[in-house]
């Protein structure tokens, strides 16, 4: 494949705004550990149009958004040892600034692996920064066998994962949803869902051993009542009020396992993890769930219905034609 020396992106400039662009953009550069990427998907996430309120308005130049996808490599750096030109794969980079909704991607090799034989490129798309997050979250909270996890938003793109991650880890698993997802919740694992539209979690649940809210919906201490001794509260959205609790506890818990442990995820991507992923994926003990499929020009439909936290599992931009 003959690599172009321009290439169609999404991107946004430093405004207050937040208009977003799909034009033209130059082929991200490739360090000696990196891969570039012809990219066929990429996966919306809420840090993506987070970053265009909270980064781009004071960040000079203008920032190619998305953060994980899936494609084949076309080039790699002198120093990279992992991958092949042709090889199919998915990966990440963690607050990205030259992202993956673009025709090109260029990221670390530790932060890709080979897509698993059973999944397509779109389910692949959609899987590292959701995985890792899941991961790495429940890794936090130290979980163990035959405990008891509480995942707030199970039908989420990080919640569904979630709550199969830690089944595939020995755990008991409680999730919240709404109404007409409580059978979707259900078929990943769940033992048991609360339905939030006439149950109230922080009510009818106690005895867990890690709360994991996905989606910022509760407090540190909102959820002690919930937690056993030494339980651990994690979540991917903190809620501001609460920082200085959450710091506090990160601080001071994790050296006496009788407390009340908080954390909010600082996602990492890394070989390791990575590779844990596509284990679970290949044992299928892990499946992704695809909501909407969408086309670069209608990113910023797709940033909307994103805000709306109604999607099941995740959402998809289609690059290159979308193959699988």
Known sequence: MNVKS???????????????????KDLPSIGERDILVYMHAASINPIDWRFIGFIAPFYPFSITLGHDGAGVVVAVG????????????????????????AEYFALNENCADR??????????????????????????????????????GGSGGVGHIAVQVAKAQGARVTAVCSTRNVAFVKSL?????????????????????????????????QCRPLLNPGGCYVTTFP???????????????????????????MLNGNRKDMETLSALVREEKVVVAIDTLFEMKDISAAFEISKQSRTVGKNVVLINGGEK
């Open 239 to 265: 809620n501001w009020k609460s920082i200085p609790e959450v710091l506090l506890s990160c601080t001071i818990g994790r050296f006496f396992r009788n407390c009340r442990l908080s954390w909010f995820v």
């Open 189 to 221: 694992g769940a033992d048991e869902v609360i339905d939030y539209t006439w149950q109230d979690a922080l009510e009818v649940v106690r005895g867990v051993d890690v709360v994991l809210d996905t989606v910022g919906k509760l407090s540190h201490r």
């Open 115 to 152: 897509i698993p034989d059973n999944i397509s490129l779109i389910e692949g798309a959609a899987l590292p920064l959701v995985g890792l997050t899941a991961i790495q979250a429940l890794r936090w909270a130290r979980l163990e066998p035959g405990q008891h996890v509480l995942v707030i």
């Open 6 to 24: 321009a290439m169609r992106a999404v991107y946004t400039t430093n405004n207050i705004n937040g208009k977003i662009h799909v034009g033209e």
């Open 78 to 101: 002198k120093k990279v040892s992992r991958f092949s030109v042709g090889d199919k794969v998915y990966g990440l980079k963690v607050y990205a600034f030259r992202g993956s909704f």
